[in-house]
């Protein structure tokens, strides 16, 4: 497993690498997933962090060979339920650097893969109608 960057000049390459394509797809891993979103949140806030991870993971999967279609690729709930997760664990942590808290966030949600299990129905998930748009949790309410 790649190793995340852990100064900030390394995250900045990192980002870097995400955002211009450039980054090997085999770190783009789920904890690089976390990693990115967590940096974002601290530096753009949520809703710019949505944003840019809408664009990004949309451009970074075509880069790398994949699609994004109603079926496969980028998933538009699944992402803004993470930045949103993680948008509220910055809002408990802060003040603290970007790297403190991307390596935090990484450590605290990268081991719980039950996660979205906890927030909604499998079936909902799956769907094509939540790849597509934002479907707010089902089974329990984001704090």
Known sequence: ????????????????????????????????????????????????????????????????????????????????????LLAAFHRDLAPISRASFAARAVEHFAPQRDLLARFYDFDLVASTEARQRWIPPTLKPLD
Not at 18 to 30: A, I, R
Request: aromatic fraction near 8%; glycine fraction near 6%; proline fraction near 5%.
């Open 1 to 84: 497993m790649p190793t995340l960057p852990a100064t900030e000049a390394e995250i900045d390459v990192f980002l870097h690498a995400f955002d211009t394509c450039t980054l090997p797809k085999s770190e783009w891993t789920h904890a690089a997933h976390i990693f990115t979103g967590a940096c974002l949140v601290h530096t753009l806030g949520e809703q710019a962090a949505i944003d840019h991870m809408r664009q990004a993971i949309r451009r970074f999967n075509e880069s790398v060979g994949g699609q994004n279609t109603p079926t496969s690729g980028y998933h538009e709930t699944v992402t803004i339920l993470w930045i949103k």
